[in-house]
């Protein structure tokens, strides 16, 4: 599959891990739509991709919201003509255990907030499902080859302080297994699904957090450091060009292990 010319749509497009794939995608040939919630950042990337000679849109959205997962993908067809890439990065950290206990009275204090639950779940996994369940449907009707990326984490293996996030991450590991499965089933042979599941990034979230925290993350990080935006761009990029690449979650984390030197 051709990059050059082919159109991508990229939810949480506006930063982090999605900005990257918009400017990536671009320089390559590809043709953007971004979708956020941040009006002043989508039109910074815009600005951005079309002052370096590519074409890109813009388009504010909810992605939980199942109206505006079919108005963007129907905007980014009838601005491009076609979509042939769907990488659904938006998504959301709203950290805390189940329980917390009160250290005199043992008994519980707090407990994992319903609207913490709620928030990672309705973005990161209802919000994926809807942006590639409308992406898929437009690469089929219109006969466009096709490529659907979910961004997973390498957390999907369970990380204590995120029963949510885990739980949306590890579901979204599985996505690809399941909707090739079914496009074999339906006989939809001209899309693919391929996942991504990232190690500790440097993205903003991780670049403020406290310095000693995350030198003890990296000292478990074989290469030594933060896996760049870019280097996750460079992967989707290949995963598009390389048709063999389909119903499976590649990692790349630089090598991340547990305590004891066993990798993750």
């Given at each position: 599959m051709e990059i050059k010319n082919s159109v991508a749509l990229i939810t949480g497009g506006a930063s982090g891990i999605g900005y990257a794939c918009a400017k990536h995608?671009?320089?390559?040939?590809?043709r953007i739509a971004i979708v956020d919630q941040n009006p002043a950042q989508i039109q910074t990337v815009v600005s951005e991709i079309e002052s370096s000679g590519g074409?890109?849109?813009g388009l504010e959205a909810?992605?939980?919201n199942e109206a505006d997962s079919e108005r963007f993908v129907e905007a980014t067809v009838a601005a491009f003509g076609q979509l042939n890439i769907a990488i659904s990065c938006?998504?959301?950290i709203r950290d805390g255990t189940l329980l917390n206990i009160d250290k005199n009275t043992g008994q519980v204090s707090r407990k994992l907030g319903f609207d913490k639950w709620k928030t990672v779940i309705d973005v990161n996994l209802t919000g994926t499902f809807l942006t590639l369940r409308d992406a898929a449907q437009a690469m089929v009707n219109g006969g466009?080859?096709?490529?659907?990326?979910?961004?997973?984490?390498?957390?999907?293996?369970?990380?204590?302080?995120?029963?949510?996030?885990s739980a949306t991450k590890a579901a979204i590991e599985r996505f690809p297994k399941v909707i090739v499965g079914e496009f074999l089933l339906r006989k939809i042979r001209n899309v693919r699904c391929v996942g991504i599941a990232p190690g500790y990034t440097e993205t903003k979230i991780l670049q403020e957090m406290n310095q000693d925290a995350l030198a003890a993350i990296l000292k478990n990080?074989?290469?030594?450091?933060?896996?760049?935006?870019?280097?996750?761009?460079?992967?989707?990029?290949y995963c598009v060009q390389n048709d063999a690449l389909n119903a499976t979650t590649v990692e790349i984390t630089g090598g991340l292990c547990f305590e004891g030197n066993i990798a993750k």
């Open positions: 995608l671009a320089s390559l040939g590809a074409q890109c849109i909810d992605v939980t938006a998504g959301v466009w080859d096709g490529l659907l990326v979910p961004i997973s984490s390498v957390n999907k293996i369970g990380q204590v302080g995120q029963l949510n996030y990080v074989h290469l030594g450091r933060l896996i760049k935006p870019q280097e996750i761009a460079d992967m989707i990029a």
